[in-house]
C-alpha cells in the first residue's frame, strides 16, 4: 500500500503564536489514529508566523477514514486553531506515495 502525506500550510494571526503552540501541543497529544504513522508542526523558515502541519499516513485508506475518528476535543482544537489563522491563508495537500 502507498503512504499519504497530507499538509496544511496556514499564517497566524499577530500574538498568536503563543497560544498556537499550546493548542498544537495539546492536539499532538490526542492524534493517535489507526494508520496515523506521524503528525509533526513546522514553522517556515523566513516567514514568520507561517507554518505547516504534516500528516503520515501509512495508506489512503487511513487517510480517508481518519476524519471519521476525531473525538470532540480534536474538533474543539481545530477549530480553535482556524480562528488564529489570517483569512484565506490555508492550503491544503495530499500527496500520494508512487514509489
Not at 33 to 59: C, M, R, W
Request: aromatic fraction near 12%; proline fraction near 1%; avoid cysteine.
Amino acid at each position: 500500500m502507498s503512504k499519504v502525506i497530507f499538509t496544511i500550510q496556514y499564517e497566524l494571526k499577530l500574538d498568536k503564536k503563543d497560544e498556537y503552540l499550546g493548542v498544537i501541543k495539546e492536539l499532538k497529544n490526542l492524534l493517535n489514529a489507526d494508520g496515523l504513522e506521524s503528525y509533526s508542526v513546522y514553522e517556515i523558515k523566513g516567514k514568520p508566523n507561517h507554518f505547516q502541519e504534516v500528516y503520515t499516513f501509512n495508506s489512503l485508506d487511513s487517510y480517508e477514514a481518519f476524519d471519521d475518528n476525531q473525538n470532540e476535543r480534536i474538533n474543539i482544537l481545530i477549530n480553535k486553531l482556524n480562528e488564529m489563522t489570517v483569512d484565506n491563508s490555508t492550503k491544503y495537500t495530499t500527496l500520494l506515495e508512487v514509489l
